[in-house]
């Protein structure tokens, strides 16, 4: 048993660490789209909808394994429009964000993701502030940690310790300028982004608590997103010509974006909330700083300098320590309902 428990734990732990790695991919691929001339609102209304279609085609094929499915009641199917609501909402503003600003500063920024969700749990009563428990003090100190190396990445670069070649740099990283004038108001944008994404892992976790059926509920929240957002893209995206796609960057962001950045991290995040919690699943949102920093180097010609290598051990650090102060409340949490069956036990 115990040994089944970790292999889950080891593949949604690396489940989640390559959700991180798609979310960033989605990021600079965005990006570079939209610095071609692709408008922002043409990509989510786009992403969405293809989302939802390759959800509906999975949903066709496995029709066999959601046959004997509960009906959905009204406390989730209400649950499930406003979460569709706030996560077109934060896409909008993360997009709007990014395309005012670049990649890295999303990166940097949902360090803060961390902070507001274990803030949120502890509210809604997902997560026990015991001080006096070892693993709530870990909890907090882990996530101090992982943000405090996210920063570090951030605020400090250090001598380089790869440099790519000077010709494959300057090629590769020129679409993620920004102006310095709208940068501030992405940086606005992007942090009102990673607000509403505690918000709604906090939702999420309330409606697989009452729905256990990850693509069910994935499949849904598409499907309600693809709704709502249609008339904010349309609305917001008046020029007809900028509705038709170009076979190149523009096409290729919005096909990985449906497929890895929705349709994959979604039911993966999903997972992570229902069986650990929206604390586990968002300290793993400053990976995204050390993640972006490796795939600019690889993809961007960007160099590799010693505060992405320090900091990315010491989020390192932090995730481990987190995890285990999880894995020492459930524990714990194991050993006070085998004491109150031996109890009840006649």
Not at 123 to 149: D, P, Q
Not at 167 to 186: D, E, I, N, R
């Amino acid at each position: 048993m115990e040994r089944s428990n970790s292999y889950k734990d080891g593949l949604l732990f690396t489940a989640m660490v390559v959700a991180e790695c798609t979310n960033v991919g989605v990021n600079i691929l965005f990006k570079l789209a939209t610095n071609k001339g692709m408008s922002y609102f043409v990509f989510i209304f786009y992403s969405s909808a293809t989302a939802t279609l390759v959800l509906l085609l999975f949903a066709f094929i496995f029709r066999s394994n959601t046959a004997s499915l509960p009906l959905l009641k009204f406390p989730v199917i209400s649950r499930l429009c406003l979460l569709s609501l706030i996560g077109s909402l934060l896409r909008i503003l993360g997009y709007t964000g990014i395309a005012y600003s670049s990649p890295t500063l999303a990166s940097m920024i949902s360090n803060l993701t961390p902070g507001f969700t274990f803030t949120l749990a502890i509210i809604f009563r997902m997560e026990k502030l015991a001080l006096r428990s070892l693993g709530t003090w870990a909890k907090i100190i882990g996530t101090v940690v992982s943000v405090s190396g996210a920063m570090l990445v951030v605020l400090y670069k250090g001598p380089t310790i790869i440099s790519p070649s000077s010709t494959a740099s300057q090629s590769l990283q020129w679409p993620l300028q920004s102006t310095q004038s709208k940068w501030v108001m992405g940086g606005l944008l992007l942090l009102m982004e990673n607000l509403l994404i505690s918000v709604w892992y906090i939702i999420q976790t309330q409606i697989i608590k009452l729905y256990p059926a990850e693509f069910v509920v994935t499949l849904l929240y598409c499907v309600f997103a693809t709704i709502i957002s249609a008339p904010i893209c349309f609305m917001g995206e008046s020029n007809l010509s900028a509705w038709r796609l170009k076979p190149d960057i523009e096409l290729a962001s919005i096909v990985y974006s449906a497929f890895f950045g929705l349709t994959f991290s979604t039911v993966v995040h999903t997972f992570g909330l229902r069986m650990k919690g929206p604390v586990y699943t968002a300290i793993f949102k400053p990976l995204s700083v050390a993640i972006a920093a490796i795939m600019s180097f690889i993809f961007l010609g960007e160099s590799l300098r010693l505060g992405s290598v320090i900091g990315g051990v010491i989020i390192c650090v932090g995730f481990y320590v987190v995890i285990w102060g999880k894995a020492n409340d459930e524990e714990g949490g194991n050993k006070d309902s085998s004491k109150v069956s031996l109890l009840e036990s006649p």
